[in-house]
């Protein structure tokens, strides 16, 4: 008998519940897995509470591209030792006999894939306008297809089965295909069912209608807007298969399917009407024609559209100049290989340049890369330690909920050429205690456990302060690793001149594994360049009317050092300001401008870095465009609010802040790349507007959230403490 493999793929928070019913039906197959794999798509806290309920499962992080293919992908990769791989989607529910069923047909060597019948669960109930022949578009069995057990192009990715050995031979799904969190494309299995036919062109795929699965539909996916971008987003997806294949003559299924299925549909629900005065009936032939009319337009678009180049992900390296180039491998998991390199030059702690080289792969030539670089001058080696008297350093990480991210950050963080004297990792509202547990477990004597009850970046940073005694204090974030000479870098500038307040360094990509992390980094990233450069009201006064507004030029809150004296003398940072608050952002820019309008320096240096894991998901990018609008509008309201007179300052900087964001010149919009999805920028711009509600509204709360408590408890709580 072969072994067989369950695979069941998930990204949602909001499916966990459905997503525990999938699991505990697998575990309860009468034919009873050989192993069942759970594969968590990029989403921590989902993957940290899956792994704790079910120790039954191996629940993995997938490892690949983000998207349903790559984490299926990671799933066949796992289940290496399986004859065959089944899988499961996160949101349905197998019969008991389920696996039994598909395993039998595997007896006959000829078959190489076998698929079951997908029966819908409508939570709010079936609309009378949804056609039976349009079940597909949530996933489900349709119209049209077998209604006894035989040979099939593709079965339906809820519910497959194929041997191991297939994607041995053929690969895995085309990554870049299929869904990706919300959005609606599909057709992965569609492709790669195609390419195993043609290298097996004798061999069968079967689809059995009595190996069944039940499909969970939320009321969302019966709105007729759902059904408009799943039919629209069907027909894309089949022209991305004929594009990536040349598969045009083996789409007869879906020729037979408009030809002979459709229009029986739309016959069937007129008489409807006629015959059993069922009003839906015009409804769902109506449904019928709308729908092909959707997916061919579309598909028809996408055909003569010019499509941007397939993306592929770009390896990032470090190279010190006065080291030996190693062979650098572009191999990754998965099908797609990285294309080309992001490189940091370095000449000892020294950042020299960013070089970015294109490859075709599979291994990048030592010369190659020297071609790249020779052109660039030779420095000195330079150690991030200085001569002279050390102050104690302090290190302040605010955290919520992501123990993973904050264990790989200290990690770095004690792996320091300087360690700091201090470190504190405050805790802000978190929903879990596994931040508390990490630190008392792995970290109890190093690392002091701050409690923040009250969400905000802002408040949590006023927090850490509290608890250091140090003058000099760095803030990270969570999501980054620290560079081996990252406290050395940032301590230097403000232990060789006392009037320097505030330091930022360089903010560079840990990965850049996703278009949208491509984006996050061509967008402005958070790195502000190799050089560095000292700001103050005097003698190093940029010449821009927008100084020092722009205060987004200075650095980025992930990244960045002060001397406590001089931001508690300018009131530390707003608890109105920052993510968790109602203005979503802002809180490093208003602590920046503050410095420097209290007449402190604000260095920029470049030899402070850190590597941030900017967002994987495209489907989280439109409110992070809109938060860091909001954060910048918000920040320029509270400058206003703390000193009326800068309005007229403002107002007449107001042409040079246009142009400066969306004119003729800007650099912020020549950098991005061609592919950047416009309605992020106008998110972007929304966010500003809606940026001065925002923190009126979070500094209104703010003042009552400061108003005083009575009790113990709340008195522990003011004080940070556990």
Request: charged share 25%; aromatic share 8%; net charge positive.
């Given at each position: ?96 006999d389920w696996l039994a069923r598909l395993a039998s047909h595997y007896a006959d060597p000829r078959v190489i894939g076998v698929g079951g019948k997908v029966l819908p669960l409508w939570q709010g109930g079936r609309p009378r306008w ?593």
């Amino acid at each position: 008998m072969s072994s067989i493999a369950v695979v069941i793929c998930a990204y949602s928070d909001e499916r966990r519940q459905q997503l525990g019913a999938a699991i505990g039906s697998v575990l309860n197959q009468t034919r009873r897995p050989d192993r069942v794999v759970v594969v968590i798509d990029h989403n921590e806290g989902l993957l940290r509470a899956i792994q704790a309920s079910f120790p039954g499962a191996d629940v993995i992080a997938n490892d690949a591209a983000q998207g349903l293919s790559g984490a299926r992908n990671t799933g066949v990769r796992a289940a290496k030792s399986a004859d065959v791989i089944a899988f499961l989607d996160d949101d349905a529910v197998a019969e008991p006999d389920w696996l039994a069923r598909l395993a039998s047909h595997y007896a006959d060597p000829r078959v190489i894939g076998v698929g079951g019948k997908v029966l819908p669960l409508w939570q709010g109930g079936r609309p009378r306008w949804f056609p039976e022949e349009f079940q597909w578009v949530v996933g489900c069995s349709y119209r049209g297809m077998p209604e006894t057990l035989g040979p099939v192009r593709n079965p339906i990715g809820c519910n497959m089965s194929f041997r191991r050995s297939v994607f041995d031979a053929v690969g895995g799904f085309r990554e870049g295909m299929g869904r990706s969190g919300q959005d609606a494309a599909g057709c992965e299995e569609t492709e790669w069912c195609i390419r195993a036919r043609q290298r097996y062109p004798d061999s069968i795929i079967l689809y059995d209608p009595e190996a069944m699965v039940h499909h969970q539909v939320t009321p969302e996916r019966t709105r007729w807007d759902y059904f408009r971008r799943r039919c629209r987003a069907e027909g894309r997806s089949k022209n991305a298969v004929v594009k990536a294949i040349g598969a045009t003559n083996k789409l007869g299924s879906e020729r037979a399917y408009v030809a002979r299925t459709l229009p029986v549909g739309v016959a069937r629900g007129l008489l409807d009407m006629v015959i059993r005065m069922d009003v839906g009936g015009p409804m769902r032939a109506g449904a019928i024609v709308a729908g092909l009319a959707y997916t061919v337009t579309s598909y028809v678009a996408a055909k003569f559209s010019r499509s941007p180049p397939a993306f592929r992900p770009i390896k990032i390296v470090s190279l010190d100049q006065a080291k030996p180039v190693p062979p650098i491998d572009l191999t990754r998991p998965g099908d797609v290989s990285y294309g080309s390199l992001f490189c940091l030059v370095r000449s000892g702690v020294r950042p020299l340049a960013i070089v970015e080289l294109e490859h075709a792969g599979p291994v990048v030539d030592p010369a190659d890369l020297l071609a790249k670089i020779a052109s660039l001058r030779s420095l000195p080696p330079v150690t991030a330690v200085r001569e002279g008297p050390k102050e104690t350093v302090a290190v302040v990480i605010a955290t919520r909920d992501r123990a993973d991210s904050l264990n790989r950050c200290l990690t770095s963080l004690f792996d320091q050429t300087r360690v700091p004297d201090e470190v504190v990792v405050v805790d802000n509202a978190p929903a879990t205690t596994e931040t508390a547990e990490l630190i008392s477990t792995q970290y109890r004597g190093r690392v002091k456990y701050a409690f923040e009850p009250t969400p905000g970046l802002g408040r949590a940073h006023n927090t850490g302060l509290r608890h250091v005694s140090s003058d000099i204090v760095l803030f990270t974030d969570d999501d980054v690793v620290l560079d081996r000479h990252w406290v050395a870098a940032m301590a230097a500038p403000m232990e060789e001149d006392s009037a320097v307040g505030c330091v930022t360094g360089l903010i560079l990509p840990a990965e850049l594994e996703t278009r949208a992390q491509v984006w996050t980094e061509r967008h402005g990233g958070f790195g502000k360049g190799l050089q560095r450069r000292v700001y103050d009201l005097n003698a190093n006064r940029p010449k821009s009317v927008l100084f020092p507004f722009t205060a987004g030029q200075f650095g980025s809150g992930a990244n960045m050092a002060f001397r406590a004296s001089a931001l508690r003398r300018v009131g530390g940072f707003d608890s109105a300001l920052g993510a968790g608050t109602l203005a979503r952002g802002g809180d490093d820019l208003a602590a920046f401008f503050a410095i420097v309008a209290g007449g402190y320096r604000l260095v920029y240096q470049p030899e402070g870095i850190i590597w941030h894991y900017h967002r994987r998901g495209e489907e989280g990018m439109r409110r992070q465009a809109y938060c860091y609008g909001m954060g910048l509008g918000a920040y320029l309201t509270k400058i206003v609010v703390d000193e009326p007179r800068r309005a007229l300052q403002l107002a007449a900087a107001f042409p040079a802040g246009i142009l400066h964001m969306a004119g003729p010149t800007s650099e912020k919009t020549a950098r991005l790349p061609s592919d950047y999805p416009r309605r992020l920028i106008w998110m972007e711009r929304l966010g500003i507007l809606a940026g001065v509600p925002g923190y009126l509204r979070s500094l209104a709360k703010r003042r009552r959230d400061d108003r005083p408590q009575g009790g113990l408890a709340a008195r522990r709580h003011a004080e940070g403490e556990v």
